[in-house]
């Protein structure tokens, strides 16, 4: 098995598709009580205006009407527009837009439907019926920030304005590229596939006895994804560089002919 300093993907790692992990970290509670007082005083302007228009148009109508189009205003402003927002933009709320974050599953994922309106849902209580005090004391004590309506719909928010510094892709052996073209190589686990990302982009830094035994073992198991075996002579270094940059080019390769395909499958005028 890898190192587990070469085995570091966590639930907190977006991962691109070219299994490089995005590590965007879980918004502090500073920045999410800044988020969380934009949209609330967003909330609060819509439902005045929501209610005085309701009022205007509301004149001639009996009790039980007034009573249901109040009802009605509630669950559109609280319940309703928050849910569109969130799904329509992947996460973002107002106060979240303003602030960087972004609300992503568990799994870091983007959200959908059901996690916006289980958040929104849990969101009118905890917020709105309680002053904010649930989701406060649920935000101080969790790890990842998390309020009750967050952990009822599995999400979490993200900062997404970090900097991000992505080492440059494996450049393919010039002895090996041959070999590559011709290999048949499967696609790498995602934890696998960043462990070599990791070694690799790290081979300066580590020292001579470890970077032998690491690359050995990263080697032997990335050997199973590959046939045939690279030639005779070839060092576990560059054969893990061959392996990343083959790899690369046939996802690359391959998006671009789906892309392809898809342009030709549209209509056009």
Not at 68 to 86: D, H, K, N, Q
Not at 160 to 174: G, H
Request: glycine fraction near 8%.
């Amino acid at each position: 098995m890898i190192g587990p300093e070469f085995a570091t993907l966590t639930t907190d790692d977006l991962v691109t598709g070219e299994a490089v992990a995005l590590d965007l970290p879980p918004a502090g509670v500073g920045s999410r009580i800044a988020a969380g007082m934009i949209d609330v005083a967003a909330t609060i302007l819509l439902m005045v205006l929501a209610i005085v228009i309701a009022g205007m148009a509301s004149v001639r109508w009996d009790e039980a009407l007034v009573t249901a189009a109040v009802i009605g205003t509630t669950i559109v402003v609280f319940i309703v527009f928050p849910t569109a927002l969130e799904t329509l933009t992947r996460g973002k709320s107002l106060g979240k837009l303003a602030l960087g974050l972004r609300t992503v599953r568990d799994d870091a994922g983007p959200i959908g439907f059901q996690h916006a309106f289980v958040r929104a849902l849990i969101g009118f209580v905890e917020i709105y019926v309680f002053w904010a005090g649930p989701a406060l004391l649920s935000a101080i004590v969790s790890s990842r920030g998390k309020r009750l309506g967050d952990f009822a719909a599995g999400t979490y928010v993200v900062r997404e304005r970090v900097s991000l510094q992505l080492t440059p892709p494996a450049a393919m052996p010039p002895h090996l590229a041959a070999w590559a073209q011709r290999a048949d190589m499967a696609s790498l686990p995602t934890g696998l596939m960043l462990a070599v990302r990791q070694f690799l982009a790290r081979l300066s830094t580590i020292d001579p006895a470890s970077r032998t035994a690491i690359g050995a073992r990263l080697a032997d198991e990335v050997a199973t994804y590959v046939a045939p075996a690279p030639p005779a002579g070839t060092t576990p270094d560059d054969f893990l560089k061959a392996v990343i940059a083959s790899r690369r080019q046939r996802d690359l390769a391959r998006l671009d002919r789906e892309a392809r395909f898809r342009d030709r499958l549209v209509v056009r005028d």
